[in-house]
Nanobody, 124 residues
Framework: VQLQASGGGLVQAGGSLRLSCAASGRTFSSYAMGWFRQAPGKEREFVAAISWGASRSTDYADSVKGRFTISRDNAKNTVYLQMNSLKPEDTAVYYC?????????????????WGQGTQVTVSS
């Protein structure tokens, strides 16, 4: 399984970015997807996840609720993270990952494959 994350960059506070994660090597529609982030000196933390089923249920970290939206396009084998109203504290490397259980857990240990990460920097 290969995951390729893209879309990061430098943006001013209040701005928006959309991250993409293209997957290959597995039946994309059969597993859940998650986004995590890791800032320098901090542990990797959950950001958002979306389930594999038709309901495509979603879950978000409290810190991003109402600002970030996760979605997926199974036809394109791609998951997205729309990030609005960005804050300096959102600065981190963002990673996408697959969850074979189909649910939306917050723990990174339940995700089996990871992308290489994309840097998001929000200036004040």
């Amino acid at each position: 399984v290969q995951l390729q994350a893209s879309g990061g960059g430098l943006v001013q506070a209040g701005g928006s970015l959309r991250l993409s994660c293209a997957a290959s090597g597995r039946t994309f529609s059969s597993y859940a997807m998650g986004w995590f982030r890791q800032a320098p000196g901090k542990e990797r933390e959950f950001v958002a996840a979306i389930s594999w089923g038709a309901s495509r249920s979603t879950d978000y970290a409290d810190s991003v609720k109402g600002r970030f939206t996760i979605s997926r396009d199974n036809a394109k084998n791609t998951v997205y993270l729309q990030m609005n109203s960005l804050k300096p504290e959102d600065t981190a490397v963002y990673y996408c990952a697959t969850n074979p259980y189909g649910t939306t857990p917050h723990s990174p240990v339940l995700y089996d494959y990871w992308g290489q990460g994309t840097q998001v920097t929000v200036s004040s």
